[in-house]
T-cell receptor
Framework: DTAVSQTPKYLVTQMGNDKSIKCEQN?????MYWYKQDSKKFLKIMFS???????INETVPNRFSPKSPDKAHLNLHINSLELGDSAVYFC????????????FGQGTRLTVV | QQPVQSPQAVILREGEDAVINCSSS?????VHWYRQKHGEAPVFLMI?????EQKGHEKISASFNEKKQQSSLYLTASQLSYSGTYFC?????????????FGSGTQLTVLP
């Protein structure tokens, strides 16, 4: 049983396209996150949600729109993809805002060509 | 305010010890440590909350000196399985404002 699962694992798409990455956690956690890891392995938070409510929205282009239909799911939709969006995107969850030990999904490697 | 990790990379022989440091220019609420193997997701190792505690996880332990705003990760008698990139993550406050900011990572290679 995968605790935090993301789909797809790989995504290759052309510039200008719109794509979505889905994330689900079965840990019963209240808090979920999206992180971006660039080619230099720098891991940066993009968004965090607690019980479906947006908590953190870092300086991310508004082409990126997260959606949390329930506390077990946090999806990421990206409009008008650019070359610079190529990276590995990790979904993560933590028990709540006090217990922030993060459990990461396997990552989605996005390549924009 | 990204924490600063050092060294950037370290190569060890099996059985040797290593120390990875993480420092912040801002007062810390907590420090997390994660290990990421190539092509995999980061895996949580431990969290240290302010209070100057030390924690252990098998032969991996860490300390947190909140006065110096520093944490160190100690890997004792390293094994091949310890290879990977180690990230520290820092939080500056509690509650809804908690936000994990990661350092740039330390690449650890353990050779037989």
């Amino acid at each position: 049983d995968t605790a935090v699962s993301q789909t797809p694992k790989y995504l290759v798409t052309q510039m200008g396209n719109d794509k979505s990455i889905k994330c689900e956690q079965n840990l019963g956690h209240d808090t979920m996150y999206w992180y971006k890891q660039d080619s230099k392995k720098f891991l940066k938070i993009m968004f965090s949600y607690n019980n479906k409510e947006l908590i953190i929205n870092e300086t991310v282009p508004n082409r990126f729109s997260p959606k949390s239909p329930d506390k077990a799911h946090l999806n990421l939709h990206i409009n008008s993809l650019e070359l610079g969006d190529s990276a590995v995107y990790f979904c993560a969850s933590s028990r709540d805002l006090d217990r922030t030990e993060a459990f990461f999904g396997q990552g989605t490697r996005l390549t924009v060509v | 305010q990204q924490p600063v990790q050092s060294p950037q990379a370290v190569i060890l022989r099996e059985g040797e010890d290593a120390v990875i440091n993480c420092s912040s220019s801002k007062a810390l609420y907590s420090v997390h440590w994660y290990r990421q193997k190539h092509g995999e997701a980061p895996v949580f190792l431990m969290i240290l909350l302010k209070g100057g505690e030390q924690k252990g996880h098998e032969k991996i332990s860490a300390s947190f000196n909140e006065k110096k705003q520093q944490s160190s990760l100690y890997l004792t008698a390293s094994q091949l399985s310890y290879s990977g990139t180690y990230f520290c993550g820092t939080e500056f406050s509690s509650g809804s404002a908690r936000q994990l900011t990661f350092g740039s990572g330390t690449q650890l290679t353990v050779l037989p």
